[in-house]
Structures are given as structure tokens and as C-alpha cells.
């Protein structure tokens, strides 16, 4: 008797990878499921999600800016900026994890992929190319200040529309990070002596 055999995709018992598959969205971006348990109307999902999809994308922005900087810095002051920015990127992706958790607790869907970022994205890009220290600290500093002001905006309308839980997740994760990281990064930009103190010429004795 001749033995069975069967295509590697048609069995259903078949051990085979099922590759080279597609299939309609099963949800649209910008829309959100039925979430009962969080006792939020969907009108206040939906608004909270599209809001926090900008901060999203405005975070992965800057989370990248972080690292070019990290990759390009050069200088006197190489290690320990080397350094910070690092250190600074490790956190941004956790605040960007973070975000998007919450999206989809409110069952929305977060952005994800860099050219849907780049479409959404209001922290202006930099070049490819390498700039002056200062320059970079400024690019970063001004897209700490978009965060920043879009993560009062969001704490303020998550509070009128009682999701605490989003109001809480962008002032404790969100805001607090940016503003300290913020505060590190702009003291760099503060011209002072390094082996010369500016002494104040002595009055002549009367």
C-alpha cells in the first residue's frame, strides 16, 4: 500500500513553518477595543491614545537622538558625554516601552514602525552627519522641551477626563525623566573657567 504523503503547507499536522503569510488588519490603527474593565468611556481612550501616540513617536525620536549623539561625540569631554548620552538613551527606552504599554492597556495600538515615527514625529531631524558638541546638546535640549511641554498638556486633559492611570504613568515616567535629563545635559552648556577662576580685580586700599 502506498504511503501517504502531504505538502508541507496544506497539512494541518504538518510540522512544516506556515511562511510567507498575510491577512487583513484585525484592527485598525487609531481605533480602540472594548476595554470595560478600565471603566474609561472609548470617546476618553481613543483622545488619550492619540495623544500619547505623538509623545510616543516624539520619544523614539529623541531616544534616537540620544544614541547618533552617543555614536558621533568627539572632544574633550568625549567619555563622560559618551557616557551620559548612553545612560540617557537606556532611559528613554525604557520610557518609550513604558508609553506603549499604556496605548495598548487602553486598547489602542502604538506606533511602531520609524517611517510611521518620521510621518508623526514634531522634534525636528538632524542631519546624518556630525556636529559641534554644542550644536547636538541644543538639538537635544529642544526636543526635551516638546516633550516636556506635550507631557503638561496630556497630564492636564488625562486629569479633566479622570484617567488618572495615564496622568500618573506622564508626570511620575514621562515628565520627571525629561525634565532631570534636561537639567544634566543643559549644564554643559554653561561657559565656565576649568583651571583659571575669574577673580575679581581687589579695590585699591583707600
Excluded at 503569510?21 to 472609548?42: D, Y
Amino acid at each position: 500500500m502506498a504511503k501517504r504523503t502531504h505538502s508541507g503547507n496544506n497539512s494541518s499536522n504538518s510540522a512544516e513553518p506556515r511562511v510567507h503569510q498575510r491577512g487583513r488588519e484585525i484592527q485598525a490603527f487609531n481605533t480602540v477595543t472594548h476595554a470595560f474593565h478600565l471603566e474609561l468611556e472609548e470617546p476618553v481612550r481613543l483622545e488619550m491614545t492619540e495623544k500619547l501616540n505623538q509623545l510616543l513617536a516624539d520619544s523614539m525620536t529623541l531616544r534616537d537622538l540620544y544614541k547618533k549623539a552617543h555614536w558621533q561625540v568627539m572632544g574633550p569631554t568625549f567619555y563622560q558625554l559618551h557616557l551620559l548620552y548612553d545612560k540617557h538613551f537606556g532611559e528613554q527606552v525604557e520610557i518609550v516601552d513604558t508609553i506603549a504599554e499604556r496605548i495598548q492597556l487602553l486598547g489602542g495600538l502604538a506606533i511602531a514602525m520609524a517611517h510611521d515615527v518620521a510621518e508623526t514625529a514634531q522634534i525636528k531631524r538632524p542631519p546624518r552627519g556630525r556636529e559641534e558638541i554644542p550644536v547636538v546638546i541644543s538639538r537635544l535640549l529642544d526636543a526635551h522641551q516638546v516633550i516636556i511641554r506635550q507631557c503638561r498638556e496630556i497630564a492636564d486633559r488625562a486629569d479633566k477626563l479622570g484617567d488618572h492611570g495615564t496622568n500618573d504613568m506622564v508626570v511620575s515616567d514621562v515628565l520627571r525623566t525629561n525634565e532631570l535629563q534636561s537639567w544634566f545635559i543643559s549644564e554643559h552648556l554653561v561657559e565656565t573657567p576649568l583651571v583659571h577662576a575669574n577673580v575679581p580685580a581687589m579695590k585699591a586700599a583707600d
